[in-house]
């Protein structure tokens, strides 16, 4: 079965940083691509950042555009997502999803299976 395991959450300053990774196994990892998304206690669940299967396109929300970057290392079977300029309005579980047949997948239902999710908590 497809299993989606997150990692490099913590807690963080303002303006500081901090690289999360994503681990998939269970399918085909560079047939597909991936996304992060990232839900606060209260809210709903926010598209972040969405990745191509080679990694040469990538779309990011609004609210995180200049500051986080994802990237993927397909022999590793790896999805990463690096989080600059930390703000508190930032901290909340962080999200990896997949498969998704489209980079410019931004919605919950067009990825087929999450991980547990990694905590960002930033400290103001």
């Known amino acids: 079965q497809v299993q989606l395991v997150e990692s490099g959450g913590g807690l963080v300053q303002a303006g500081g940083s901090l690289r999360l990774s994503c681990t998939a196994s269970g399918l085909t990892f560079s047939n597909y691509a991936m996304g992060w998304f990232r839900q606060a206690p209260g809210k709903e669940r926010e598209f972040i950042a969405g990745?191509?299967?080679?990694?040469?396109?990538?779309n990011y929300g609004d609210s995180v555009k200049g500051r986080f970057t994802i990237s993927r290392d397909n022999a590793k079977n790896t999805v990463y997502l690096q989080v600059n300029s930390l703000k508190p309005e930032d901290t909340a579980v962080y999200y990896c999803?997949?498969?998704?047949?489209?980079?410019?997948?931004?919605?919950?239902?067009?990825?087929?299976?999450w991980g547990q999710g990694t905590q960002v908590t930033v400290s103001s």
């Open positions: 990745i191509s299967r080679g990694g040469r396109s990538t």
């Open positions: 999803a997949g498969p998704s047949t489209s980079w410019l997948s931004t919605t919950v239902y067009e990825y087929t299976y």
